[in-house]
């Protein structure tokens, strides 16, 4: 039972509603979006491009496509003009910029990253202060079903980075690497490993603007790279149970992941012996690397290559196979041709090359003595250049736009008719007005330390803004987040404090936070959060922010270590339970407030009230 329930939480062709992408026997999707006000709309898939819709009396727009591999797909609908994600679908992309729902197509033979019946790892989002970046940094850690159990055990760890304008999410939430461990780990074909996704644009999460060329891919001197190696390794190591040398830990990524990781790795051999690229290449003047080959190939057990050769980058990542090739350094090349190139398709089928070979020094040695050299040029091959970099990766608009007196949105839509802002703590939508470059925007002088849902309403269809990485958790339509990096209670103003760590249990649908504790201690006050009708287990964490308020006033002494859930705490009515007479969590229900601002505004008092209270007289459990 819990498994279907999952399953219809997660899967996007599973869902029912009569909107919802349906996946038909013949493997053809049949689209559909309600929109009465819109003019034209088309469906912009991978496996098939844009494709006009049409509209029925209802108002309901429709299109079947395919037939299309079993796989995962990033879909948006185009409405007049305007990228839109889809309403009815809980499944997105996390991104910096643009904005895709996901579509599911299942397999009857199954597919690597499946969620299956066996046993599940563990997603952890953490927060630390960095002093390489001067702020606070953050990153997602994947551990093992059995981590929990056996608390002597130590794991190798794997430092998976995603690609240019994805955040951390990118590779658990499109790239499912912690269901593709699962699946592997209970066919006992890959290693037990602690997996740390960190964010690979860690500049935009400054509550300052970063210093005008202060560098981000210019990697070596970069702050991506100093944070890795001497601010993040350092943390998980001391808060995990990790094996520390060079032989159990590993790091890859995807497109410029890739790029992140090659480089990190290759620069740091005394601390990587497994590396990985997908989609990607590097360098080619680190230092004691390429004109050492003897002395590199003995201290890299694995060196993985892969690329579509229908990717934009398969030039250079070709010419970077052929220059290791040349200087005598041993690789391992994989090439696809059938997963649309440059795709997250690619990076999971990567991955599942790739994890039966980390931390297993037999096959990847075997994998090593079966390379094949680098396949010759035919000069047809596509290079990333200068203007492709400009064409995918245009000028961003800055939305929101915070300033010590006032907060201004902005989206570009020159053929748009009318464009509001919509946001809860407005009554009413607010008329934005149109420059000559086609960008719309607002400004409010006030709620600037609020946070806030907010969208667009572009000639009667709301938009979420797509210069705005922070996206609602709840079920529908999902709106953008307005918070502001300054405020003392969002984590990119805090400084070096403490904090704790946030989970989600996708099986029970549960989001736990535990606040940092030095030492054993007694045990800790119970806040339960109730989800709106709406919500998700992520939204009280998400736009709440409440591990970020607990952590803030943990600091300054203003509450007591507490725990927060979305769990309904049933484990503690069961038989053999922990003892706790008395035990009455305090409660907190998301549909007693108007906003979430109010929200939070309760969650604080809440807190300083049990910062008043006697410490709880439970037994003492332990760390």
Not at 33 to 38: E, G, R
Not at 66 to 71: H, I, K, N, Y
Not at 552 to 581: H, N, V, W, Y
Request: net charge neutral.
């Amino acid at each position: 039972m819990k498994k279907t329930l999952l399953s219809t939480l997660l899967l996007g062709c599973v869902l029912t509603s009569s909107a919802q992408p349906r996946c038909n026997d013949d493997g053809t999707v049949t689209f559909q979006y309600k929109n009465d006000s819109a003019r034209t709309v088309m469906v912009d898939v991978q496996f098939a491009g844009r494709k006009e819709m049409t509209r029925n009396a209802d108002g309901l727009w429709t299109v079947t496509l395919g037939p299309a591999a079993p796989d995962m797909y990033p879909y948006c609908f185009i409405v007049d003009g305007i990228s839109v994600m889809d309403p009815e679908n809980p499944l997105y992309f996390p991104n910096e910029g643009f904005k895709n729902s996901l579509l599911e197509i299942t397999s009857k033979d199954g597919l690597p990253h499946d969620i299956r019946n066996v046993p599940h790892g563990r997603i952890e989002y953490i927060h630390y202060y960095s002093k390489s970046l001067g702020g606070t940094n953050n990153a997602i850690v994947y551990l093992p079903p059995n981590y929990m159990m056996d608390r002597q055990k130590t794991y190798p760890v794997f430092y998976l980075i995603s690609g240019t304008t994805d955040t951390e999410e990118v590779y658990y939430k499109v790239g499912r690497v912690n269901y593709i461990l699962d699946n592997l780990l209970a066919e006992k074909q890959a290693k037990e490993m602690i997996i740390v996704l960190p964010y690979g644009n860690p500049t935009k999460l400054l509550a300052a603007p970063p210093k005008p060329g202060m560098p981000q891919t210019q990697f070596g001197g970069d702050v991506f790279s100093k944070d890795l190696i001497n601010d993040l390794m350092p943390y998980i190591e001391a808060n995990y149970r990790t094996k520390n040398d060079r032989d159990h830990r590993a790091i890859g990524g995807f497109s410029r992941g890739g790029n992140q990781a090659l480089f990190n790795g290759l620069s740091n051999l005394d601390k990587f012996s497994y590396l990985c690229s997908y989609s990607s290449f590097t360098s080619t003047t680190i230092p004691e690397v390429y004109d050492k080959a003897e002395e590199t190939n003995k201290k890299i057990h694995l060196f993985w290559l892969g690329v579509g050769t229908d990717d934009f980058l398969y030039g250079n990542a070709r010419d970077y196979m052929q220059f290791l090739d040349d200087k005598g350094i041993h690789s391992v090349k994989e090439f696809t041709s059938d997963k649309f190139g440059h795709t997250w398709m690619n990076a999971k089928y990567f991955l599942t090359k790739t994890l039966p070979l980390l931390f297993n020094k037999k096959a990847a040695e075997e994998a090593m003595k079966m390379a094949k050299p680098t396949p010759a040029a035919t000069g047809k091959e596509q290079q990333f250049t200068p203007g492709v970099m400009a064409r995918l990766f245009p000028r961003p608009i800055i939305s929101p736009e915070y300033t010590e007196q006032n907060v201004s949105f902005r989206f570009k839509a020159p053929d748009a008719k009318k464009v509001e802002l919509e946001c809860e703590m407005l009554r009413d939508p607010i008329a934005m007005q149109r420059d000559s470059d086609g960008v719309w925007s607002t400004t409010l002088n006030e709620y600037l330390f609020d946070t806030f849902e907010y969208c667009f309403i572009v000639d009667g269809t709301r938009v979420a803004d797509p210069s705005n990485m922070y996206l609602s958790s709840q079920q529908g339509f999902k709106y953008s987040i307005a918070d502001n990096p300054r405020s003392p209670f969002n984590f990119a103003s805090q400084g070096d404090i403490q904090h704790g760590r946030t989970s989600y249990d996708l099986e029970r649908q549960e989001a736990w936070y535990i606040p940092f504790m030095p030492q054993a201690m007694t045990f800790p006050s119970f806040i339960q959060l109730i989800p709106g009708k709406d919500d998700t287990m992520e939204s009280w964490f998400k736009e709440g922010g409440a591990d970020a308020i607990v952590d803030r006033l943990l600091a300054d002494g203003k509450t007591k270590p507490c725990i927060l859930t979305t769990s309904a705490l049933e484990f503690m009515k069961r038989d053999g339970a922990p003892q706790m007479p008395g035990f009455q969590p305090k409660v907190l229900r998301a549909d007693d407030y108007p906003t979430w601002t109010h929200r939070r505004r309760a969650l604080k008092k809440l807190l300083i009230d049990i910062g008043k209270e006697p410490a709880p007289s439970f037994p003492n459990f332990g760390n």
